[in-house]
Nanobody, 116 residues
Framework: QVQLMESGGALVQDGGSLRLSCVAS????????SGWYRQAPGKGRELVAR???????NYGESMRSRFSISRSDTDNILYLQMNSLKPEDTGVYLC??????????WGQGTQVTVSS
């Protein structure tokens, strides 16, 4: 059983930056399709960015210009660098790892709040 734990969420001002981290135990990010999703209040979960075992990166719509996903295989940590944050980026950011069609894991999430 893989466990994921996010950290780094905070209250920041419009235009600020944050770096989120997700630590995995019981498995290795390098073996899974891993990513970040966010859930804004009253909205569904949306993809922010994901990275494949080979290092191929995909970003959600409108995410590429301000967000950057990376992975440390040495430390087994998944990162999300977020720049030029806007109030509409407010939400819970969740870490995800997918082994196959039937098996995936989610973290509990970390709250990001951007004030105007």
């Amino acid at each position: 059983q893989v466990q994921l734990m996010e950290s780094g969420g905070a209250l920041v001002q419009d235009g600020g930056s944050l770096r989120l981290s997700c630590v995995a135990s019981g498995g290795y990010f390098k073996n899974y399709l891993s990513g970040w999703y966010r859930q804004a209040p009253g909205k569904g979960r949306e993809l922010v960015a994901r990275i494949s075992p080979a290092g191929t990166i995909n970003y959600g719509e409108s995410m590429r210009s301000r967000f950057s996903i990376s992975r440390s295989d040495t430390d087994n940590i998944l990162y999300l660098q977020m720049n030029s944050l806007k109030p509409e980026d407010t939400g819970v950011y969740l870490c995800n790892a997918v082994r196959n069609t039937w098996t995936e894991w989610w973290g509990q999430g970390t709250q990001v709040t951007v004030s105007s």
